[in-house]
């Protein structure tokens, strides 16, 4: 399975990016897929994560009420659409696919698959 991330860039404080993450060569839609982050000098955080059948989401608590995870099983794409973003959500984002993934998790030794990475970064 190969995951490729997009969508990254440069935007001020307030502004919106839209991540999307593109699976193959494998069944994207009965994976769980999530998104995670690593800001220089820390360690990769969980952001947000879908259920298989999109129906459930799971947030990492800075992030509820301005990111949305969604997911469409048709084009093997999962998007996160980042709103209100701060300096502090700078970061190399990742997509990942949990291949046993019923619910969302936010563990990342529960990810199978993983893309290289978009960067985004959020000027003040």
């Known amino acids: 399975v190969q995951l490729q991330a997009s969508g990254g860039g440069l935007v001020q404080a307030g502004g919106s990016l839209r991540l999307s993450c593109v699976a193959s060569?494998?069944?994207?839609?009965?994976?769980?897929m999530g998104w995670f982050r690593q800001a220089p000098g820390k360690e990769r955080e969980f952001v947000a994560a879908?259920?298989?059948?999109?129906?459930?989401?799971h947030y990492k608590d800075s992030v509820k009420g301005r990111f949305a995870i969604s997911r469409n099983n048709a084009k093997n794409t999962v998007y996160l659409q980042m709103n209100s973003l701060k300096p502090e959500d700078t970061a190399v984002y990742y997509c990942?696919?949990?291949?046993?993934?019923?619910?969302?998790?936010?563990?990342?030794?529960?990810?199978?698959?993983w893309g290289q990475g978009t960067q985004v970064t959020v000027s003040s």
């Open positions: 879908v259920d298989w059948r999109g129906g459930s989401l």
């Open positions: 060569g494998g069944t994207f839609g009965s994976y769980a």
């Open positions: 990942a696919a949990d291949r046993y993934g019923v619910s969302p998790t936010a563990e990342a030794y529960d990810y199978d698959y």
